[in-house]
């Protein structure tokens, strides 16, 4: 987790890069702001995801009940699956660890969903962060930014996550 943490911050653009006002015009049209997004999210995708969880995270402490919320719910994982050393039992019947998994899982999302504010407080967090980045890469020029469009260069959002590297398909 550390190297790939530390491989994922090595991808990262200067922030005076990201937010310098030279850069910042108008598109002329859709289909340039749609460009200028595509190049912009391919180029500054650390930046924004780093957008995307500072946000996420400022949201959750201004909302202390959904963090409350989230905690507990972790606490109850913890204990569920790595805490408890008998075996659990409902009914008589001992559940396996498929089970427990699936069984947390619904509990977890009908807590976060239905029963809470968690799950709205983390799509509102979550829209503001993509209304953010789609503002700032459809009006950033990207014609100094040194990005590959071809596709064998091109690395999907999760392959950034987990540290993967583009793989290159021969013709």
Same mark, same amino acid.
């Given at each position: ?41 391919s180029y500054f995708r650390v930046n924004y995801l780093m957008i995307m969880l500072a946000t996420t995270a400022l949201t959750l402490l201004m909302n202390p009940m959904s963090l409350l919320v989230l905690v507990l719910l972790l606490v109850g994982w913890i204990y569920v699956m790595f805490v408890r050393?008998?075996?659990?039992? %409902?009914?008589?019947? =001992? ?8 069984? $947390? +899982?619904?509990?977890?999302? !009908?807590? %976060?969903?239905?029963? =809470? ?8 967090? $979550? +829209?503001?962060?993509?209304? !953010? ?39």
């Amino acid at each position: 987790l550390k190297d790939t943490a530390a491989t994922v911050l090595k991808q990262q653009k200067p922030w005076s890069e990201v937010f310098d006002r030279n850069t910042l015009s108008k598109p002329e049209n859709m289909s340039d702001a749609l460009s200028r997004l595509k190049k912009n999210a391919s180029y500054f995708r650390v930046n924004y995801l780093m957008i995307m969880l500072a946000t996420t995270a400022l949201t959750l402490l201004m909302n202390p009940m959904s963090l409350l919320v989230l905690v507990l719910l972790l606490v109850g994982w913890i204990y569920v699956m790595f805490v408890r050393t008998a075996p659990l039992e %409902i009914g008589g019947r =001992t559940l396996s660890d498929r089970e427990k998994l699936i069984g $947390m +899982s619904a509990v977890s999302f !009908v807590t %976060i969903f239905f029963l =809470t504010s968690v799950g709205a407080v983390f799509f509102s967090a $979550m +829209s503001f962060s993509l209304a !953010v980045i789609a503002a700032h890469g459809a009006f950033r020029e990207p014609d100094n930014l040194f990005v590959d469009d071809g596709p064998e260069q091109s690395q999907s959002f999760m392959g950034i996550l987990t540290g993967s590297t583009p793989s290159s398909n021969p013709v």
